[in-house]
C-alpha cells in the first residue's frame, strides 16, 4: 500500500513564504520521479516543479526564481519552497511520484493535495 502524504498549505499574505512536504510510504523499491502540480479554480493543472530518474529539475516558468524544490532521498520526502508568494500563486498543490516496486513495475500516484491561499 503506497501513499503520498502532502503538508504544509495554508493561508498566506502577498510576499510571504510557505513550505510544502510530501513523503512517500510504502512498499517502495526506489523513485523514479517526483514532483508537484497545481490547479488553480478554472485552470488545467500545471507543472511547479519535479525531477526525473536522469536527476534533472524542471520548473515551470510562472515559479522560476520564486520556488525552490528539493528533496531527502532517505526519507523519501521532496518540498517545496515557496517565496514572493502572489495571489495567482493561489491553488491546491499536488504531490505526484512515478515509483518503482520490487517486481520493476513502475506505477504513477497523487497525493490528495494542499490548498494554498495567498490574499491579504
Known amino acids: 500500500q503506497v501513499q503520498l502524504v502532502e503538508s504544509g498549505g495554508g493561508l498566506v499574505q502577498p510576499g510571504g513564504s510557505l513550505r510544502l512536504s510530501c513523503t512517500a510510504s510504502g512498499s517502495i523499491f526506489s523513485i523514479n520521479a517526483m514532483g508537484w502540480y497545481r490547479q488553480a479554480p478554472g485552470k488545467e493543472r500545471e507543472l511547479v516543479a519535479a525531477?526525473?530518474?536522469?536527476?534533472?529539475?524542471n520548473y515551470g516558468d510562472s515559479v522560476k526564481g520564486r520556488f525552490t524544490f528539493s528533496r531527502d532521498n532517505a526519507k523519501n520526502t521532496v518540498y517545496l519552497q515557496m517565496n514572493s508568494l502572489k495571489p495567482e500563486d493561489t491553488a491546491v498543490y499536488y504531490c505526484?511520484?512515478?515509483?518503482?516496486?520490487?517486481?520493476?513495475?513502475?506505477?504513477?500516484?497523487w497525493g490528495k493535495g494542499a490548498l494554498v491561499t495567498v490574499s491579504s
Open positions: 505526484n511520484a512515478d515509483l518503482l516496486h520490487s517486481d520493476l513495475t513502475l506505477m504513477d500516484y
Open positions: 525531477f526525473t530518474s536522469g536527476g534533472v529539475t
